[in-house]
């Protein structure tokens, strides 16, 4: 059994003393000197991307067979049948990683780069826990940071390969909603484990709906970009500010942009500014150059007041932090960090990281931070990663359609000998934690694509 439970996809009413009806004080602060970031870096970045071929890594089984009929189909089938059901070898960057001479372990440590440390999920006995709870994770950061690693020709850390990340950054051909009354979809699929004939692998595939451009609602956006010092390389400020540049370029006159920067202090830069002015928006992008220390909950702050100062009442209000994620000065505290986005995040305001560079990148303060504030966390590291983030899946990047989703699913002990969640190691949740709202969980954008899998030994398997 499956069952899965989401929040009301509205959003809390605001004070509406927070609504900028009246014209703000200019506090527009403008740089000594103005940069233009180089043309044509687009097309100079651009990577051979990871290619999926036509086989999905689940195949041979409908949505409609039990997990026993499924089970007795695949022990028709030799060793040789259940192989062919592996997924075909990913390919990258050519000449850099396709052989493993060419790989080179990672240092210890890695630079200053910063990584949660997690266990790999323990396989459960059915007997003992016939249960198993999870909160969904639409971030996709650990796919974009693990691929920058290989090409460069170098194993990404252990801790940076978030299994469950990797496999949502593709989507799959799940059931579409037909309207917003019925928000997501659920599927599911049973088929040979690739790495163990003997086991099964179980698939939940969610799709959330899909709105068009004319459904999107109107979206206060609060750009807080990083210019400190350590963002002074070419894969940091030249390219956030290109990628924001994209996202600009598909708002309209009912949005609205504004944007603040920090480094060792923090200061405005643009005003709350109709979505449709993207001139001025990129003029106010072209002012940002790289220098001093790292403030970031200084900017945090700021960003907040400002995302307040221009709420737009039943809209998407969010802030955008770009970041390497190397705060140094002010609050570094992770914890108060985490308690600042949470406050915002319940009077309505969401938060969204997109992470850039390398050598010091916090991948862990920005996939918490984003979690924390039902945002969604992106590693950028090529403009084919911002035109995909940022052009293609605006929608589910901004949009949330349902909040706080769980999963739970409940195997019978009469087919079903022990089971392992495949990733997800930091959204397992206690069994009462499905029906208790006061528990956060994960959210869904339009046109979001989530998927689990759990490997499964069979009462009678030989692998037990």
């Known amino acids: 059994m499956i069952a899965l439970t989401a929040g009301c996809s509205g959003r809390q009413q605001a004070d509406p003393d927070s609504t900028a009806n009246a014209e703000p004080e200019s506090r527009i602060e403008q740089p000594a000197t103005q940069t233009t970031p ?16 036509e ?3 689940l195949q041979g089984m409908t949505s409609s067979d039990s997990l026993e009929e499924s089970a007795g189909a695949l022990r028709k089938l030799s060793r040789a049948d259940m192989a062919a059901l592996a997924p ?12 493993p001479g060419n790989i ?10 910063n990584y949660d440390h997690f266990d790999e999920n323990p396989v459960k006995l059915v007997s003992d826990h016939p249960v198993s709870t999870f909160s969904i994770d639409v971030d996709t950061g650990s796919y974009s940071n693990v691929r920058r690693f290989l090409n460069g020709g170098t194993l990404p850390p252990e801790d940076a390969v978030r299994v469950e990340e990797l496999i949502n950054y593709f989507s799959y051909d799940y059931p579409v909603p037909d309207s917003l009354d019925q928000p997501f979809s659920v599927s599911t699929d049973v088929a040979a484990a690739p790495w163990n004939a003997d086991k099964l692998l179980l698939q939940i595939g969610i799709k959330g709906y899909e709105l068009s451009t004319a459904e999107r609602k109107s979206a206060n956006l609060v750009f807080l970009v990083d210019v400190s010092g350590s963002m002074n390389s070419q894969d940091k400020l030249p390219l956030l500010k290109n990628a924001l540049k994209m996202l600009t370029r598909q708002l309209s006159a009912e949005d609205r942009v504004s944007m603040v920067v920090y480094a060792g202090a923090s200061g405005i830069v643009l005003e709350p500014t109709a979505g449709d002015e993207h001139a001025r928006i990129s003029r106010a992008l072209d002012q940002l150059t790289a220098g001093g220390r790292t403030n970031g909950a200084s900017g945090i702050r700021m960003a907040y007041d400002m995302a307040e100062e221009g709420f737009i009442e039943g809209g998407i209000n969010r802030v955008v932090l770009a970041t390497d994620g190397d705060f140094n000065v002010g609050t570094v505290d992770f914890d108060a960090l985490i308690d600042i986005v949470e406050r915002e995040r319940k009077v309505g305001t969401s938060l969204t990281t997109l992470g850039f560079g390398s050598g010091n990148y916090n991948d862990h303060l920005m996939e918490q931070l984003a979690d924390a504030g039902n945002g969604n966390h992106a590693y950028i590291d090529t403009l084919n990663e911002a035109r995909k983030v940022l052009v293609d899946q605006l929608g589910s990047t901004l949009q949330t359609i349902a909040k706080d989703v769980k999963i739970q699913v409940e195997f019978n002990p009469a087919v079903v000998a022990e089971y392992r969640l495949i990733g997800y190691e930091n959204r397992v949740l206690r069994r009462e934690d499905f029906n208790n709202d006061k528990i956060d969980a994960g959210e869904i954008g339009a046109g979001h694509t989530v998927t689990a899998i759990y490997e499964l030994a069979l009462v009678d398997s030989s692998s037990r």
């Open 104 to 113: 080179r372990h990672p240092s210890e440590p890695l630079d200053r780069e």
């Open 88 to 99: 075909s070898a990913a390919v990258v960057e050519p000449g850099r990683v396709c052989c």
């Open 38 to 53: 180089p043309e044509g870096k687009g097309d100079d970045r651009r990577r051979r991307e990871t290619q999926v071929l």
């Open 55 to 57: 086989q999905p890594v």
